[in-house]
């Protein structure tokens, strides 16, 4: 069968059924049409032709991984493949659509994806970054200027969001995600999937989203990629499953397994995880597929070859198999032999082409393919101006003496480093859409914002690495052109002599973070450091700039250099966004969404830890037998939520409208806030809960809740926040969410630390 004969039958039977008021019957209704499409088609397909539907390919424009030789159009003509990931260019994914519609027994359209995670041509910043915005609205926004340029440019299927929660920025990954804390992670996740899906995710420029890695993929054991994890169920369900499962519940079209072991089980093959939690307990009935090359890799796994690996994961629940084709070459025997059924193969296909109904490519197969679409839908003024926009929110201040920031125009400003004029660095990992040769440099940028007002000496300083070996792994795509260290730094020194203020461009490169970029250190590499100490030397004022994907520890550069704004990676219009922040235009706002650590030893450290029977009573001096190190404190540099602004707020009495908490009632919780600064700014004011007594051991805080509110000069408002027993709850080792009788304290301050408290009693069972 062709399905395009039967697409003018489907539209007569939706064009009566928008007739209907009911919204949940025409759900109903949309879904009893799907299935109907989809049983009539398969009813046509062979088991081969199925199979073929859960081979996924790399078009190769960009790779994590081993790739098989492939070739494309022939593939897709032999009906071998259902979609093809990583091929870059509206007018390639045209004409391969073409052949898998025009050239192929069933004409059944290909998934297109890719990784777009921070953005298409107009890049936003990394997200991690984005995460410090605490900005929902910004995070939608990008995601919905990512789904327009993709979608214009042929793709279908975004490998994002990445929720997975981490703590451990040893991982290179960290860049990708949205920090520590599951509560954000769960508020976060959804804006992604609202973005990326618009309304039902089969309008023109709507793509499916895909929430990843399913799960636990940010507790990698060392913060080393594709590691072990062991964690208890518990602690799944109450921290690391939350913001997974939000994204589920806000629609998202697919689920991407992860390359690690769950309770010993790969991802991929764990038929607790895939469908009882994330099918049964959740409700997910959108495609789940694997990360790349999963199902092949579980032999090194010590699992099982490809051949029975492929039978685990088949009966997991998992329907699609990126890169590995075990599926593809190995199922059909399986299936002769009794190892699965036709009815698990055709579970897997029907999901497969749910997801291509639901984008809409059965009715129209080429909607993301016009490519009169790319010149005027990819990187217009408006995308990059609420990318400028949007990057502002995510740069953190982290440490400004004596107000130092934000630098007048005024004077001589020596910008220095190996990052100050590398426009190609702007962007992070997972940028490989985007076109470097259009973006400024922060040279460029700065003096752009001062024109004739001010001089900017520039000098780059030094490399990133002394080691140029060591520089190629770290800047491989990208390189930023290398000179000789000992000119440099003398260059530098020059030019800092002549100049009112030092601007230190220093950091990371691009590819120092993001997939297979683990740091076993992460002090600022060896000759940059050594640049800034010579330029904090000279006694001038100096401000870090910071490119980072992932926390450093900043231990000397905290007590040694008078301001440091962490400004990530920013995008392709970073360069711009940073001088706006720099020279006053806005100011910083961004809150730490991941703790920052005095030292690599302290890894893991976040703020909602378990306290220990033995907790540290006095950071500032060692204590024996008690829970602390020898040499070195136990409280990060800068703790979650952290974040300094160009103006000041006040934080009034926290005050609790009663101190009872009943099962069904509500505590209000408020507090009066005042800009007392000079200028206007915004503050994420932040709500923490303590259960202080649980059947299980409770963090010590946990986020509950934000909001960010912007002030004038003198202004105050008061913030408010409802407390609810469903927000108080935990999974116990039953897995039974539960809200316990006691003591709860609740916290509201600038940061986890900085915190008023205020204590109130939790009256009745909550099960
Ligand atoms: C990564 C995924 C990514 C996939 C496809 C893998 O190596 O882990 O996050 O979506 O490649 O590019």
New binding site residues.
């Given amino acids: 069968m062709n399905y395009k004969k039967t697409i003018p039958v489907l539209m007569a039977v939706s064009f009566i059924c928008v007739m209907c008021s009911c919204v949940s019957n025409r759900i109903e209704n949309a879904e009893v049409r799907m299935s109907e499409f989809i049983d009539s088609l398969m009813r046509e397909m062979t088991v081969e032709e199925k199979l073929g539907q859960l081979n996924l390919v790399t078009g190769g424009d960009?790779v994590?991984?081993h790739v098989m030789e492939v070739e494309l159009e022939n593939l897709i003509r032999r009906q071998e493949i259902g979609g093809v990931?990583?091929v870059k260019g509206a007018d390639k994914i045209l004409a391969l659509q073409k052949v898998a519609v025009e050239e192929t027994k069933h004409g059944i359209p290909l998934l297109v994806g890719a990784?777009i995670i921070h953005g298409y041509e107009t890049v936003f910043p990394i997200p991690l970054a984005l995460s410090c915005s605490f900005d929902t609205v910004a995070i939608e926004r990008m995601a919905r200027i990512s789904a327009i340029e993709a979608s214009a440019s042929g793709i279908n299927w975004t490998?994002s969001p990445?929720v997975d929660i981490c703590r451990d920025p040893r991982w290179g990954r960290i860049a990708e995600g949205n920090g520590e804390d599951p509560y954000l992670g769960s508020i976060l996740a959804p804006a992604y999937v609202r973005g990326y899906q618009g309304k039902n995710m089969s309008g023109k420029n709507e793509i499916m989203s895909c929430v990843?890695?399913f799960a636990l993929y940010g507790a990698s054991e060392a913060g080393r990629d594709y590691n072990v994890v062991d964690m208890s169920r518990q602690r799944m369900f109450n921290e690391y499953f939350l913001p997974y499962k939000a994204a589920i519940q806000a629609g998202a079209g697919s689920v991407?397994t992860s390359?690690n072991l769950i309770d010993g089980i790969p991802a991929a093959a764990n038929k607790w995880l895939m469908t009882d939690v994330l099918r049964k307990l959740w409700g997910f009935d959108g495609l789940l597929v694997t990360?790349?090359d999963v199902i092949s890799e579980m032999s090194k796994l010590g699992y099982a070859p490809l051949k029975e690996a492929s039978v685990k994961a088949l009966e997991a629940g998992t329907d699609m198999d990126?890169v590995s084709a075990g599926y593809f070459t190995t199922l059909a025997q399986s299936l002769k032999n009794g190892d699965v059924t036709e009815n698990m193969i055709d579970n897997a296909c029907r999901n497969v082409l749910k997801a291509k109904y639901r984008l809409g490519l059965f009715k129209d197969p080429y909607k993301y393919c016009d490519t009169t679409d790319v010149k005027h839908k990819v990187f217009t003024p408006e995308h990059r101006s609420a990318a400028r926009k949007i990057a502002t929110e995510t740069f953190v201040l982290l440490k400004n003496k004596k107000e130092l920031l934000p630098l007048s125009t005024n004077g001589k400003i020596a910008l220095i480093g190996p990052m100050a004029d590398a426009a190609n660095n702007m962007c992070g990992m997972w940028s490989m859409t985007c076109s470097p040769s259009k973006h400024i440099s922060l040279y460029d940028a700065m003096r752009d914002a001062v024109g004739e007002k001010a001089q900017i000496l520039y000098s780059k300083g030094c490399n990133i690495y002394r080691d140029e070996d060591m520089e190629n792994l770290a800047n491989g795509i990208r390189p930023i052109a290398r000179g000789d260290d000992q000119r440099l730094i003398a260059d530098a020194l020059r030019a800092a002599s002549g100049a009112d203020v030092i601007v230190a461009a220093l950091g990371e490169s691009a590819e120092m973070s993001g997939?297979s970029a683990s740091r076993a250190d992460l002090d600022l590499p060896d000759v940059q450091k050594e640049l800034l100490k010579a330029l904090v030397a000279t006694g001038k004022p100096v401000v870090l700039l910071l490119f980072t994907g992932r926390p450093l520890t900043l231990t000397w550069e905290d007590a040694n250099v008078d301001a440091i704004l962490n400004v990530w990676f920013g995008g392709s219009e970073a360069a711009n966004a940073i001088c706006d922040v720099l020279f006053g235009k806005e100011s910083p706002s961004g809150k730490l969404t991941v703790t920052f650590p005095r030292s690599v030893g302290q890894i893991p450290l976040y703020y909602n830890h378990v306290n220990t029977s033995r907790p540290d009573s006095d950071p500032a001096a060692f204590n024996r037998y008690q829970s602390n190190y020898i040499d070195e404190r136990n409280e990060p540099l800068y703790p979650f939520g952290y974040g300094l602004n160009y103006t000041t707020f006040a934080y009034g009495d926290l005050q609790l409208d009663t101190d009872t908490l009943t099962r069904d009632g509500k505590i209000t919780a408020s507090v009066k806030i005042t800009n007392t600064g000079k200028r206007k700014g915004t503050e994420i004011v932040q709500l923490y809960s303590r259960d202080t007594f649980a059947s299980l051991a409770r963090p010590v805080k946990e986020l509950k809740g934000f909001h960010r509110i912007t002030l004038k000069p003198g202004e105050s408002k008061v913030v408010t926040f409802e407390i609810t027993s469903a927000m108080l709850g935990f999974y116990n080792n039953e897995l039974e969410y539960v809200c316990e009788p006691g003591e709860f304290e609740i916290m509201v301050g600038p940061d986890s630390e900085k915190l008023s408290v205020k204590k109130f009693f939790y009256e009745e069972a909550f099960e």
């Fill in positions: 960009m994590t991984g990931f990583n990784d490998y990445m990843k890695h991407m390359f990360d790349y990126m997939e």
